[in-house]
């Protein structure tokens, strides 16, 4: 393609008066679809079937918030509280998420999808990944928490993908994976929420690569929520956390010493 060439995307179509996204007249889909359809029409550019709808609507769900303490929000509060607009509280929030806030789901699908596309049974290949990563002293992204033992999000998520007939090899890996670490004694390390995403998205067809969406799309419900509370109950540059710093640097001295 030259650099005048038209723009090529699949997406939409616009011209005056008219929208079409993923070729459904945009009227169509303000009239009959859900939000979660309208995000899963986009990524995939197909409406979900009933069961596979009801599984991404859950997913979309049980990220919306999780208190004041995750990054994302802390990150949001504290640019809301040095007076900035909404938009610039919140982008803040979305760039905190990280490979180990929110951001585990990409890496953990990544492997999971890797490891799923081998021959084997789960309970096998989950015992091959866990012994290659501890042969080079690494984490499985997805696994621990500090401060659940047992996620309810995990849970929930996994027994509606069983429910509806959506728990595949992606979650049963995920599951043996799990009782691995159980197995231990040593450290539990439960399946996590961006595990547990990781693996029921990962049963629904979606590249690794998106993998950080579906934490973002549904977090930002929370932060949004969090700089309006932020901007409406609380003074600018409140005292956002604990204060009292234990100085670590060079004892104070002039130039020249
Ligand atoms: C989430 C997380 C930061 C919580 O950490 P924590 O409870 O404070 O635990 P620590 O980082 O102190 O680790 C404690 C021990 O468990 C091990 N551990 C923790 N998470 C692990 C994981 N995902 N895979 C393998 N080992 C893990 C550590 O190596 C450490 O072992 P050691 O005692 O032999 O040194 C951590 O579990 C992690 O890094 N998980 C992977 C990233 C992730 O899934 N993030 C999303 C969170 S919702």
């Not at 027994?159 to 670490?181: D, N, Q, W």
Request: glycine letters at 8%; hydrophobic letters at 40%.
């Amino acid at each position: 393609m030259t650099d005048d060439a038209p723009w090529q995307s699949s997406i939409s179509e616009v011209s005056a008066n008219q929208i079409f996204v993923r070729g459904y007249d945009i009227a169509e889909l303000i009239e009959k679809i859900s939000f979660s359809d309208a995000i899963y029409l986009v990524l995939r550019g197909n409406l979900p079937d009933a069961k596979s709808s009801e599984l991404f609507r859950a997913i979309l769900v049980s990220c919306i918030d999780h208190g004041v303490t995750p990054p994302s929000v802390l990150a949001t509060r504290t640019v809301m509280s040095a007076g900035n607009s909404l938009n610039t509280a919140v982008a803040a929030g979305i760039m905190a998420i990280g490979d180990v806030h929110g951001g585990a789901i990409e890496q953990s699908a990544r492997i999971l999808q890797e490891v799923a596309r081998k021959e084997g049974d789960p309970h096998s290949l989950a015992i091959s990944l866990v012994r290659d990563l501890r042969a080079n002293t690494q984490r499985m992204p997805g696994f621990g928490h500090q401060l659940h033992t047992s996620d309810p999000r995990t849970i929930k998520l996994l027994e509606l993908a069983k429910r509806l007939g959506l728990y595949g090899k992606h979650a049963m890996l995920a599951e043996e994976i799990e009782k691995i670490f159980a197995g231990d004694g040593k450290n539990p390390l439960p399946l996590n929420i961006d595990g547990a995403i990781a693996a029921v998205t990962s049963d629904l067809g979606f590249d690794w690569q998106l993998g950080k969406a579906f934490f973002m799309l549904s977090r930002i419900g929370g932060l949004v929520a969090h700089a309006y509370e932020e901007k409406t109950t609380q003074k600018p540059i409140r005292k956002l956390g604990d204060f009292n710093t234990i100085y670590t640097g060079p004892p104070h001295r002039t130039i020249g010493d």
